[in-house]
């Protein structure tokens, strides 16, 4: 049968992607003398500024479901889709940058599960450890399935050749280079994903006429509900997405994104490897920044795919059966529409790259937690500094090769994006609860840390379950009969955070405290958090967050 | 001689230096011979001015973080 492609590439194209993989090599080989001990391996040994630390956070989150499910989503449910990139995203990286983001560096953790040993005990290390891991791996292989799946739409290559092949270049440099050849790596990423991805909207909009004609087209072709944010909101029903503000701004914007990017190691490695203080918590400020204009590259061209592409798109197993395209093909048909040789290279290495930084993210805090916080703390307690790296490098392949694995396990999945969604809400969630309250209030026990992220993973499971056996079960747990499946997710993610929290409270009161002296260092009360020193107002980060703060507020009310 | 240590920044210029050659090349030769089956808004030759953006910041970033040498130890 003969493959249906989109795009055909000529030669410039193919060197240009090419070159890409060449120079991620180079990169990887260039810095493989500067991974010797662990924390040089594991944690970049420490000395990433501000810009780095905060451009790496940032692109290790812009995978493939970023670019191509979000994209996907804003065709389906129009600039509701913003969310996850403003209220889901900003007061989260603000709050990981003032609140949390001392008592991580302060404490020298390398991990997030490192954290939790510190302060809850072991118990609730491997508890987390072992659940990060497992979610990690599967993340790790939807982005390869995800990445593999464009690349056979776009360009008819096989899936397992673009799995393999990209696999093996993201082995090759976190192997050898370690975090830092990661973070270096994905700060290039960061680049060429808006170089290539940056021109849809410019051409997009041009060919709309503009925002305001781009939401003429979009209401006639849809509802005029698909380009506001807010006004939708006030119930299940008046919204494409099924849901109400309250999922969206406690589910999402309290819980979820709190969770995600404040206690995900995938993201938080990258600002533990900041210099100093003051880069650990300008990083955090710098990548909110930059993602309150990622909807550019990734709704905008989803909406104006709704707005200008001729055909109808549709969901995978309505594309399947009619042979049209579905929602998570509009980036590449976008692509196909504007971009001519040359720029058509560049797009497809932005996708590749986005793809490649999500693995190499996942790669490296898989390598971490299992290296630390798995072999480490159960396997061999005594090992040397060089025997931990000889570890992590093999890790890495290990992870790669089960990650390939996944992808293929995954590929039957009928949603990638809800698969992922639920996989947060397993985890993220009560680890968001267990870690917060750890953090902030000093009579959270030991124990009362693993039964709160115990029970809380355990309730979320249960209830994704249950809605999955009998899907009329969601009226009970979105507490409304018109609820839809996205706003399962928010519900599942807030009563989880619930009772993670009501059980680690109920357990610390009727169980013996750590003594003060313990908790130096790792409580909110019992740390002192180290002076800025004499700098301007303009190099602190309580004024960048502030600037923040105003443009996502005035985003808000923009698009409301 | 020793070899001084390549800035991230450094790599980034090389990327977009290389790219915006690349791309400002094809997009001069699609511009003398144009393609019988013309993409949406061809005429007005993103890959020309989108490709000079890349050459010219790349090459920005090349001579402002280009890789020091320093006398050995």
Known sequence: METIRLVHLSAVDIVIIAFYFALVLAIGFYLRGRANTGEDFFMAGREMTAWVAGLSFLSANLGALELMGWAGSAYQYGILATHWYWVGAIPAMLFLALVMMPFYYISRTHSVPGYLKLRFGESSRVLSAVSFAFMTVLMSGVNMFAMAKVMQIVLGWPLSFSIWISSLTVAVYVALGGLRSAIFNEVLQFFLIWAGALLIPILGLYEAGGWANLKVLITHRASAEYVHLW??????????????????????????????????????QRILAAKDMRSAQLAPIIGAGFKMFVPLIVILPGLLGLGLLPM????EADALVTGGHSYNEVLPLMLARYCGPGLLGLGVTALIAGFMSGMAGNVSAFTTVWTYDIYRALINKKGTDAHYVSVGRWTTVMGVLISVLTAYLVMRAASIMDYVQA?????IAPLFGTVVLGMLWKRATGPAGFWGLFLGTLSSISMWA?????????????LSSEAKPMAQDMF???????ICVIVTVAVSLVTQPKPDAELQGLVYGLTTIPSEGEVAFYQKPIFWAGVVVVVFVALNLIFW | MEKGEISIWFFIGVSLLVNGVLICGAGIYEYIHPPLEKLVLFDKHAGIWWGAILLLTGLLYCIRFVPRWTAGK
Do not use: C, E, K
């Open chain 1, 231 to 268: 006004s939708g909101l006030g119930s299940f029903s008046s919204n494409p997405m099924g849901i109400n503000w309250v999922g969206i701004v406690f589910g999402l914007g309290a819980i979820l994104s709190m969770g995600y990017w404040t206690t995900d190691f995938l993201v938080v």
């Open chain 1, 492 to 498: 599942q993610a807030l009563w989880s955070f619930v």
């Open chain 1, 312 to 315: 109808t798109l549709t969901g």
């Open chain 1, 423 to 427: 996989l947060f809400s397993f985890f």
């Open chain 1, 466 to 478: 249950w809605v999955h056996a009998d899907p009329t079960a969601l009226r009970y747990v979105a």
